[in-house]
């Protein structure tokens, strides 16, 4: 089980790593050929889809040709799962995101990959453990996901602030501040649309009140008025009614939202994913290139608190070229590869080893707030992902896209999403 | 006639045409039999087990499922919502449709092409057309809200998914003008085969355009009716695509096969929406039948 005190200082400890490089490991290897000529099929999301000469290196070094599919993360878990339950596989690698590791886990659908990484390799990555179930490893990371706040300086500027916020309470403020400014017509990019991105949205939102969702018995601790859990859905009501979140977000997922927020739509990007620093700074791909930074997620405590949420890669048991796709993940994981994949597709390395690297080499966009947000970084459940995770989300992404849209108040909402999320428990 | 298989045993011709045609008949059958009644009967079985790949066995349940279907809330949203669609869509694509059809019998150039046009959006795929759609009524920069702010009907674009019920009107919308072109097609080929010589013998008898409408038109097409009544409703109660494309998995607009889809596929719980589809099957089944009990009729002319 993973307490939340070791995943901090694995996390921690890895990146505050200073000065010496740290030698390669035993998985920067060169790569078999054993496998030459087969062909696997690899089942990511956008951010995960290999760009063509990786996709080509790869074929050089091993012999094995990649079919790359791509699909939205939300579509990916039904294709997951309609395939799994057929008794096929979707693909030799897919992406397996740790929220699923519960259900999936129990469903017994992926191969285990303790053995087939090496030891080495797995000393490099402290997020490994999100991804266990039961003692048994069932994805490499490959993603290291969390959240933190990303703004938009030039509005900033605009409003005549000059400091992100630290508080919630001051975060409404200088959003009604350049509300009012005419820097953004709704400062706050959230998501609120019934899918996963609006649920996790409210979890971190839960954490930057200081709380947990639930207690040690797995008990919601929510709906009770004046919890965190609770001021996180009343901090929403009461920004829509504002005018600091664009009431169209009811139907914008968190990709969508990024995109308004890189158009330059709203100032404060709320949830923010950490490897969009460096698209949001790309001038190819965003209209606000230069002007954006990383900030601390804002706290009623006084310390900054986020989640994990890692992606890894996984096979599924079903599939019939599982030497030649482990061969894949551990290619990808290859230092340099990683390396390429952040520059290429902005993923956060998982091996601390590469995350110094980079902040070494000042290539990492407000490494100083990654470094500052990751101490406040911990699992959103301490003992994993558990089983009834995905209604508790679906649960929890409704809710508030009611709340959203004035068809419940917080109370009904917090009500509704602890009421399915216990009766998912006990089923 | 001689029996070949059993020599000496005399059939009538009659019964030779039956066997002919159960013979002719049997490729179907099993076909019907292995696509629809099988997994029809595994459906049904399965309901009364719990069948979820994240526990071990398949248990007898009962009627368990059944129960918690009718006690659980969203399920009750989801069967509000999709009533809401049925008495809607129904209603719209029914009337629209015997007046399109109307309209294309009295066109008498270029019907063709005006019909291939009033196709086209049963034509399309519904996952496409429900795309255009969202596009329409996005509320940052859909036509329907451009449209909208140049003419001052709006001051400010409008989220139109925000309210409850004009987005069940404008997901229902969208599912009737892409089945609508389906019942006017069905009424159009009964107005086609009435004999113009009983408007004839109406207008000798001084009626109207109303009176022979009424009279004479709606009567004989009235088992047509009823067939596009069904379709209608079997569409209606299925509804998926516009819902799903337009709102998601949003409880206000979800329907009874969003929540069988996310019960079975998201949840995991396979048994759960077995159940509520069997539900879904049953009810869509009653309504047609009566439609074809109520207002089919066989139609002569003589």
């Known amino acids: ?111 285990p990959l303790d053995k087939m990484v090496s030891a080495e390799l797995w000393s490099d990555i402290p997020s490994r453990k999100i991804f266990e179930y039961k003692s048994q490893t069932l994805a490499v990371p490959y993603n290291n996901d969390f959240r933190l706040m990303i703004i938009n300086k030039a509005h900033f500027d605009h409003a005549g602030i000059h400091q992100p916020p630290k508080t919630l309470d001051k975060l409404l403020a200088d959003a009604k501040a350049l509300k009012a400014s005419g820097a953004s017509k709704y400062p706050i990019a959230l998501p609120l649309s019934a ?75 709320l949830a923010g994913w ?73 993923d956060l390395p998982t091996r601390t080893s590469v995350l110094n690297a980079l902040i070494q080499q000042k290539k990492l966009y407000d490494g100083a707030v990654l470094l500052e947000q990751i101490k406040g970084v911990g699992p959103l459940f301490a003992g994993g992902a558990p089983e009834w995770y995905p209604e ?21 909402a917090a009500k509704q999403i602890a009421d399915q999320t216990v009766k998912a428990m006990n089923r | 006639m001689t029996n070949l298989l059993h020599p000496g045993r ?53 009627l368990k499922h059944y129960w918690d279907l009718f006690h659980d809330d969203n399920v009750r949203a989801a069967a509000l919502n999709t009533s809401v669609y049925v008495v809607f869509t129904v209603l719209l694509e029914t009337v629209f449709g015997v007046f399109v059809a109307v309209l294309l019998n009295t066109v008498k150039v270029g019907r063709k092409w005006l019909l291939g046009a009033v196709i086209l959006p049963w034509a399309l795929p519904p996952i496409v057309n429900a795309l255009i759609w969202l596009w329409i009524y996005n509320p940052n920069y859909g036509v329907l809200n451009n449209f909208l702010l140049s003419t001052g009907v709006l001051n400010e674009r409008h989220v139109w998914m925000n309210d409850r019920f004009v987005a069940l009107m404008l997901i229902s919308l969208v599912h009737v003008w892409r089945m609508m072109p389906l019942t006017a097609v069905i009424v159009l080929a009964a107005l086609q085969s009435i004999p113009h010589s009983l408007y004839e013998a109406a207008e000798l008898d001084g009626a109207g355009n109303w009176g022979k409408f009424r009279t004479i038109t709606l009567p004989l097409i009235a088992s047509a009716v ?3 009544l069904t379709q209608s409703t079997l569409f209606a109660f299925n509804l998926f695509d516009e819902a799903w494309v337009l709102s998601g998995s949003s409880l206000d607009t979800r329907t009874v ?40 009729r066989e139609t002569r002319f003589d």
């Open chain 1, 1 to 111: 089980m993973l307490s939340l005190k070791s995943f901090k200082k694995a996390a921690f400890t890895g990146c505050l790593c200073m000065a010496v490089s740290l030698p390669l490991f035993a998985a920067d290897a060169p790569s078999s050929k054993q496998y030459s000529g087969q062909t696997i099929t690899v089942l990511v999301p956008p951010w995960g889809t290999l760009p063509k000469d990786m996709v080509d290196r790869f074929k050089g070094d091993t012999g094995i040709s990649i079919n790359m599919q791509t699909l939205g993360w939300d579509e990916i878990r039904a294709k997951l799962i309609t395939s799994l339950v057929a008794g096929i596989s979707p693909a030799d690698v897919v992406e397996l995101d740790w929220s699923w590791v519960g259900q999936f886990g129990a469903a017994g659908w992926f191969t």
């Open chain 1, 392 to 412: 508790l989300s679906r649960a929890a992404s409704t809710a508030i896209n009611q709340l959203a849209k004035g068809q419940v108040s917080v109370g009904d």
């Open chain 1, 195 to 269: 899918t996963e991105g609006t649920a996790t949205a409210w979890y971190l939102l839960t954490k930057a009140y200081g709380g947990d969702l639930f207690d040690k018995n797995s008990k919601p601790l929510f709906d009770a008025a004046g919890s965190p859990g609770y001021k996180a859905l009343q901090f929403i009501e009461q920004a829509l009614k504002d005018g600091l979140i664009d009431p169209a977000s009811t139907g914008m997922t968190d990709v969508q939202v990024q995109d308004a927020f890189k158009a330059g739509q709203y100032s404060i990007d």
């Open chain 1, 274 to 346: 950490p490897g969009n620093l460096s698209t949001y700074n790309d001038k190819e791909k965003s209209k606000i290139a230069g002007v954006v930074s990383g900030a601390l997620v804002p706290s009623s405590t006084g310390a900054s608190n986020s989640f994990g949420l890692v992606e890894g890669l996984a096979i599924p048991k079903k599939s019939e070229h599982k030497e030649a796709a482990a061969e894949f993940i551990k290619w990808w994981m290859k230092a340099d590869n990683q390396t390429q994949v952040f520059n290429e597709l902005s």
């Open chain 2, 226 to 228: 009823a067939i596009a």
């Open chain 2, 10 to 62: 005399f059939i009538s011709p009659k019964q030779s045409e039956a066997n002919i045609g159960l013979m002719l008949a049997l490729p179907i059958a099993l076909v019907m039999f292995l696509l629809v009644f099988f997994p029809v009967c595994v459906t049904l079985w399965d309901s009364l087990h719990r069948v979820a790949p994240m526990r071990a066995g398949t248990p007898f349940i009962g």
């Open chain 2, 257 to 296: 096969l969003i929540q069988v889809y996310m019960s079975a596929f998201q949840d995991m719980q396979f048994s759960y929406g077995m159940a509520l589809s069997v539900i879904v099957m049953f009810l869509s089944l009653a309504i047609s039948l009566f439609y074809v009990l109520r207002i089919y």
